[in-house]
């Protein structure tokens, strides 16, 4: 087929999108023609999901699969699904949909043929990058990166941007090493000793180092990352993984306002923990090369920590040496209301990785200068990432600015928020400890049978949310999530909560 034939289809999906006004809502939504409010036709997962989940599971194992969706036909904040229900998502496949379903310039921005050639061609950016490719990386997302880190590597996913970000921050600590031996890297930068012995999985090429992590934590699901990851035991059973200390991550009382001093002990003790890992693994000739935390823990359960806690934390790693990784790749692309969450830190200064992925379309990690790797093929894959996508983060990049859409998060976050404190008052057998920044909320349930209740029953009245950790319900809508969309959520909520026994 074609290029001009390609666009003349994408522009009829284009023209669908925008002449689809006929269901639009009469509050003004930032999607053209989205449905004004959830429509359920049958239980989800209806006849046909369940039917195409039993063609999947034939072929893989599909346990994980809750319905399947009619992506054609969703719009903005609704998803629609295979048995034509329309239901309001505010989970958005794991927290990954910037501008919700569809978005009319996001259409339009992938009829180009630039688009085009960039999908079906592909190139391994490793060795042959388009010639736009250096400008693009400057202009799309150095013009959003972390203030202080102008270095960036672009991966396909977030397991694979943190994977890699780990490597680069051992090469990082070897380099340390051996130019506090009075080794001089630039003439030798590895000995025969060093070459031989890594291919055996030995010392020293292949060097006893740790990262630190936090119990709760969620990094990815290959094999390194794994080894950071703390969540779920279903992730790990069986795997073969690292000695690698693991540190208590705060998990705070709310309403804060009335826990302040309780929460200051727990930041306290938390981070006397890090301290002491740290000196442990030194004495076990296993040095912490890094330290890797997310912002808001998410997988684990949303747990959130103060500015304090982070900023005293990246001073725990320079004191010790170790590189500090801050994981953003659930929380970056501005749902808390900032591009960045460790933004609203107010850290001494940038930390030494950011890892992104999800709402940035394309996955990758921004880095400080000493973090590049000095020999090429260090960090390396066939693709490095996919460039179509970032033009797609080019053209979100646009509409975030255009729209307010940061602003829009505040907004809508604090609204969403506010509403549930009231239910959790309202319902306080039900819910308690509602959370967040921005749109990244969470509420707690007492137990994990009602937590997994109260979703089911709310999908099937038509909101989307998700679980996270044992007992969390956690909101990840899109940057598209207005005002009129969280009284549906509320009031669909509401009416959950008061059909409970």
Request: glycine residues 8%; hydrophobic residues 35%; positive net charge.
């Amino acid at each position: 087929m074609s290029i001009c034939r390609m666009q003349n289809r994408t522009s009829l999906v284009l023209r669908h999108y925008l002449n689809c006004r006929s269901n639009a809502t009469a509050a003004k939504s930032l999607v053209a023609g989205e449905p004004k409010a959830p429509s359920m036709v049958t239980n989800v997962p209806g006849p046909k999901s369940t039917k195409l989940l039993q063609e999947l599971n034939t072929i893989q194992m599909a346990g994980s699969v809750q319905l399947f969706g009619d992506y054609k036909r969703s719009l903005g904040n609704y998803l629609v699904d295979a048995d034509g229900n329309v239901i309001l998502d505010l989970f958005t496949q794991i927290s990954s949909i910037p501008l919700g379903y569809n978005h009319p310039t996001l259409v339009e921005a992938v009829a180009s043929p630039e688009a085009i050639s960039a999908m079906i061609n592909r190139p391994a950016l490793g060795m042959f990058p388009g010639e736009e490719w250096p400008s693009k990386l400057k202009n799309v997302l150095l013009d959003v990166a972390p203030v202080g880190l102008k270095q960036v590597t672009t991966m396909a996913c977030g397991s694979c941007s943190n994977e890699n970000a780990y490597k680069g921050i051992f090469f990082w600590y070897r380099l340390k090493q051996r130019k506090e031996q009075g080794i001089d890297v630039d003439k030798i930068p590895f000995t025969q000793e060093d070459m031989d012995s890594c291919m055996v999985n030995q010392p020293p090429g292949a060097p006893k180092l740790a990262l630190l992590s936090f119990k709760g934590a969620f990094h990815g699901r290959t094999f390194g990352a794994l080894a950071t990851t703390h969540s779920k035991p279903i992730h790990k059973l069986d795997v073969p993984s690292f000695d690698w200390p693991v540190a208590s991550f705060p998990h705070y009382k709310y309403p804060l306002q009335d826990n302040v001093a309780e929460n200051k002990k727990e930041d306290d003790r938390c981070l006397e923990q890090v301290e002491s890992l740290i000196e442990d693994w030194k004495n076990k000739n296993m040095p912490v090369a890094g330290i890797v935390v997310e912002p808001i823990q998410s997988e684990g359960g949303d747990h959130h920590a103060s500015p304090e806690f982070f900023q005293r934390l990246q001073h725990i790693a320079k004191k010790s040496g170790a590189a500090l990784l801050i994981d953003e790749v659930q929380t970056g692309g501005g749902s808390t209301g900032k591009i960045w969450c460790h933004e609203h830190f107010n850290l001494d200064s940038p930390p030494d990785v950011v890892t992104f992925s999800k709402k940035m379309s394309t996955g990758g990690f921004f880095h400080t200068p000493e973090m590049r790797p000095k020999q090429s093929y260090r960090i390396f894959n066939t693709w490095m990432g996919d460039p179509s996508k970032l033009l797609v983060l080019e053209t979100v990049m646009k509409v975030i600015k255009r729209d307010s859409l940061l602003q829009n998060a505040s907004t809508t976050g604090s609204m969403t928020l506010k509403g549930l404190e009231e239910l959790q008052s309202e319902f306080p057998h039900l819910l308690n400890a509602a959370r967040g920044r921005g749109t990244f909320i969470a509420i707690n349930c007492p137990t994990t049978r009602l937590r997994d209740d109260i979703l089911s029953r709310l999908r099937n009245k038509g909101v989307q949310l998700g679980g996270c950790g044992d007992i969390a319900i956690r909101m990840r809508p899109s940057l598209v999530y207005q005002p009129h969309h969280v009284h549906i959520f509320l009031d669909k909520f509401r009416e959950v909560l008061k059909e409970t026994k």
